[in-house]
């Protein structure tokens, strides 16, 4: 079936994870530049959320957009995210691209069922004959003292549900990449942002939250996950902010001669698990560190992985996680049940030591 | 060389400002479409870009509080 | 008040109406018994050619038939998990909607889907077995066709049930801020399964809800198709100009079961159910105004049987998928494509 306002063989081949450049963002900034990138080119493509019009959304997820687009194009909704959601899969389904914010990963409560009922299962219900070409975007995360309900990543529940692509970013180049790759593909895509990770000036930043942005329009490749940093006695699979926490680990292990490979998944869905069996099967050592619930998510998936592909590939293997807890209020709480530098460097010592 | 200053944002002219991130570092190259800086009046933010290309050399650090109009940067 | 580009019922126009019900009704006869004959001695849901939960519309043949005849295929029609009248009224073809419901590779969704998520984008109709949520997507065919500039306009069908679910409310008032081109029905068919609507409203029309959202809201009683006609014309002529959304209630009758295999034990109006089928009031009253002869009723009813008849048996002579085909079409592109 072909789409009214948006055909695929009009869009134009980009390039795949080109050289960066010298030209810095921030993650947020990154996002926003994909965004705009797409919208100049292709009229179908609009955004669509709660603040995300003159307020630039909540965590920068937009800004500048509407004064570059206008309100037609970058429209604020009412706190209906079941309908203005809903909204996003119908428009998508007619042809056009839509981007749709929810604001916090948290609020998925609200809405789910459009987006795993429907968002996610209108592509086979149909047996492929009705696509839903639709970005959802959220934020995620913690370590500002947010709360329970404000501060969960919960990747791991949609990466659970069937029919929706995952993709989470760690820095500003897989940000642009992946929100260009998201908007560009035919099927669903969840975005999820870490609010640690946008370079957002009202929260303690960290370095890796500026980096090196190509100006022009490039694809990062979703389901391809990336080495971010080579080595050969433990392997760190993470994502997301923890990405961040883990080359730090990285970097000071490495004066004491302990050799960590980071991964970082760039996506869940799919899941590039070659890119795991293949780090695990050099090192034999595997860290998993995953900011969303330890139990029944991601992190076990990740030690399912390599444990069906062969268990004997295992020496040891532990996970860092926040544990089955409600996300406490209270700093050091907070930072007690986060998966922080300290609590990796302590797996990572742990699972060499033997 | 020209000086890149901390842009006027607030109509108070005593209220100051903080660099909150410095996208370039000193030595390296810029032109006028180069993001160089966000800076922020009042919880308000701004985008610094430089007049001219040049080599940048930054003046004062991120956090510091700084007055709206003081130089920050240098291009030459 | 007729708008002045709302059609006014020839004859023509009524026996189409009522052909298009009798063509409804027959479908859905012949479904349910398809359903039932190879699910005895005891019923197992799961068994037999068509399996599953099976929702028969028979008895509110009149809300299809008098909203689609203002429509064309290129309008929008979202349904419930009770959708066979409204997509047989809408122009769904017949066959690859049958080999959905019976689960073969000939289906709509080369059976992934089944009766209740029937896509057909050549007509833009699609259901959910989610009660109410099939508006909120109504409302984005809408604003897709807003944005092209056509006179397009969605029509979104949900249950007196539905009424009160947050999603209802949420797309009424999104509906109306945004000014979009829908039209939001409510098949009052009295019951919500089991529990009848005065146990679960509260009020006693849903028509009065459009008035919190600021848009017109109408009532249809006696499930009387020239009522739905005429007020979907009002309503859909209304929003093909950019005047807005409507909502209309309609009161219509659920002529049998909520799911087939439902006993109906709780249900306190079964004796005066069958006098009021709208199908025989309707001919009878064509008939009585010369509008109908017995001789064409007979053609509607044959040629209904016909069209049936041809959909089960290419229903039924279709493939099974092969079940090594389970992970396709999860994605559009890549694995599980």
């Known amino acids: 079936m072909t789409t009214t306002l948006h055909r695929k063989d009009q869009s134009l081949a980009l390039p795949i994870e080109p050289d960066p450049g010298k030209r810095k963002l921030s993650t947020a900034k990154a996002m926003q530049e994909a965004i705009s990138q797409r919208m100049a080119r292709d009229e179908s493509v609009f955004v669509m959320g709660e603040d995300v019009g003159p307020y630039g959304g909540i965590f920068s997820s937009t800004t500048g957009l509407i004064d570059r687009f206008g309100p037609e194009r970058v429209l604020d909704t009412p706190i209906s995210e079941t309908a203005f959601i809903g909204l996003g899969i119908g428009a998508a389904v007619e042809g056009m691209r839509p981007i749709v914010e929810l604001m916090f990963a948290d609020f998925f409560g609200v809405c789910m069922d459009q987006i795993y009922n429907h968002m996610a299962k209108i592509h086979y219900e149909s047996g492929g004959n009705v696509r839903v070409p639709m970005v959802l975007m959220m934020a995620a995360g913690g370590g500002y003292s947010d709360g329970a309900q404000h501060s969960q990543c919960l990747w791991g529940t949609f990466a659970h549900l069937p029919g929706m692509k995952v993709v989470v970013p760690s820095n500003p180049y897989d940000a642009k990449g992946l929100m260009t790759a998201a908007i560009d593909s035919d099927d669903p895509v969840v975005f999820v942002f870490h609010k640690g990770v946008m370079g957002l000036g009202w929260m303690s930043k960290n370095d890796r939250s500026i980096g090196a942005v190509p100006e022009a329009e490039y694809i990062v490749p979703i389901g391809k996950a990336r080495v971010a940093r080579e080595g050969t006695d433990v392997t760190i699979v993470t994502l997301s902010l923890s990405v961040h926490h883990s080359l730090d680990v990285a970097e000071k292990l490495a004066s004491e001669g302990i050799s960590v490979e980071v991964i970082d998944l760039r996506s869940l869905v799919p899941l590039d698990r070659e890119a795991i069996v293949r780090s695990v099967s050099k090192t034999g050592r595997l860290v998993v560190v995953d900011e969303d619930y330890q139990s029944f998510g991601l992190s076990g998936e990740v030690i399912a992985v390599v444990a069906e592909h062969d268990p004997s590939l295992l020496k040891r293997v532990s996970r860092v996680c926040v544990p089955d807890v409600p996300i406490p209020y209270a700093h050091a709480l907070e930072y007690a049940v986060l998966p922080t530098a300290a609590r990796i460097e302590a797996a990572v010592r742990n699972v060499v030591a033997t | 060389m020209t000086d890149v200053l901390f842009p006027l944002m607030s109509g108070k002219a005593d209220a100051t400002g903080v660099i909150v991130t410095w996208f370039v570092e000193s030595g390296d190259q810029v032109t006028p479409s180069t993001l160089i800086a966000e800076v922020a009046v009042d919880k308000v933010d701004a985008e610094v870009y430089p007049e001219i290309s040049g080599v940048i050399t930054l003046l004062v650090e991120e956090s510091k509080e700084v007055p709206q109009g003081a130089v920050i940067a240098q291009v030459t | ?337």
């Open chain 3, 1 to 337: 008040m007729t708008p002045s580009n709302a059609k006014s019922l020839t004859d023509d126009g009524r026996r189409d109406l009522l052909s298009t019900m009798v063509l409804i009704r027959t479908y859905e006869e012949a479904i349910r018994l398809a359903y039932y004959a190879d699910k005895k001695p005891a019923f197992d849901i799961g068994a037999g050619l068509v399996p599953g939960e099976m929702h028969l519309a028979a008895g509110q043949e009149p809300v299809a038939a008098g909203i689609c005849a203002h429509l064309t295929t290129d309008d929008a029609v979202t349904a419930t998990h009770r959708p066979h009248h409204l997509a047989i009224a809408h122009g769904v073809a017949l066959r690859p909607m049958t080999a959905e419901i019976f689960g073969r590779e000939t289906g709509l969704g080369h059976g992934r889907g089944g009766h209740m998520h029937l896509f057909d984008p050549s007509t833009h109709f699609s259901c959910s077995g989610i009660i109410a949520e099939g508006l909120p997507p109504a409302l984005g065919q809408a604003f897709a066709f807003q944005r092209q500039g056509n006179n397009r306009v969605a029509v979104a069908v949900t249950g007196e049930g539905a009424a009160n679910q947050g999603g209802f409310h949420e797309s009424l008032n999104l509906a109306a801020l945004w000014n979009l081109p829908v039209v939001i029905v409510v098949e009052d068919n009295d019951w919500g399964i089991s529990v009848p609507r005065a146990q679960s409203t509260s009020i006693a029309s849903n028509a009065d809800r459009a008035a919190a959202y600021g848009i017109p809201g109408v009532r249809v009683e006696d499930n009387s198709v020239e009522g739905v006609y005429a007020a979907a014309g009002e309503a859909v002529a209304r929003a093909r100009s950019g005047g807005g959304p409507t909502l209309i209630e309609v009161h219509t009758l659920r002529l049998w079961g909520h799911f087939e295999g439902d006993a109906e034990g709780y249900r306190s109006d079964l004796e005066s159910v069958p006098e009021r089928d709208p199908i025989p009031i309707y001919r009878d009253q064509l008939l009585k105004n010369a509008a109908l002869t017995d001789a064409q009723y007979q053609q509607m009813q044959a040629s209904a049987v016909e069209q049936v008849n041809d959909a089960i048996d290419y229903a039924t002579s279709s493939p099974t998928p092969d079940p090594l085909g389970h992970l396709s079409y999860v994605f559009s592109e890549g694995a599980n494509a």
